[in-house]
């Protein structure tokens, strides 16, 4: 069993940075594709982001493409996504998430975070 605990999220002026990390407890955090999710206020959970099992390969929804970078180290047993260039619309609560399979859909992840908010002023 894995648990996730997302860090990380807070209110930021559009155009500018923040950095989410999602802690994981478990031997075997290195055996799962780790993906980052959100939720947008009356809008369904859409994917963002994950990054297979050694770090390498990754791949990213096209609203994200070329702003957000997700990394983990297996050593911290942590995930990362490193989010440029927010746009209010990436307002949402960010969740991250854990399958055993690389490229799955959503309801392939077993293990999911609490979430953090993200906040884009205009």
């Known amino acids: 069993q894995v648990q996730l605990v997302e860090s990380g999220g807070g209110l930021v002026q559009a155009g500018g940075s923040l950095r989410l990390s999602c802690a994981a407890s478990?031997?075997?955090?290195?055996?799962?594709?780790m993906g980052w999710f959100r939720q947008a206020p009356g809008k369904e959970r859409e994917f963002v982001a994950a990054?297979?099992?050694?770090?390498?390969?990754?791949y990213y929804a096209d609203s994200v493409k070329g702003r957000f970078t997700i990394s983990r180290d297996n050593a911290k047993i942590t995930v990362y996504l490193q989010m440029n260039s927010l746009k209010p619309e990436d307002t949402a609560v960010y969740y991250c998430?854990?399958?055993?399979?690389?490229?799955?859909?959503?309801?392939?992840?077993?293990?999911w975070g609490q979430g953090t908010q993200v906040t884009v002023s205009s």
């Open positions: 990054v297979s099992r050694s770090g390498d390969p990754t």
């Open positions: 478990g031997r075997t955090f290195s055996a799962y594709t």
């Open positions: 998430a854990a399958a055993m399979l690389w490229r799955v859909r959503e309801n392939d992840y077993t293990y």
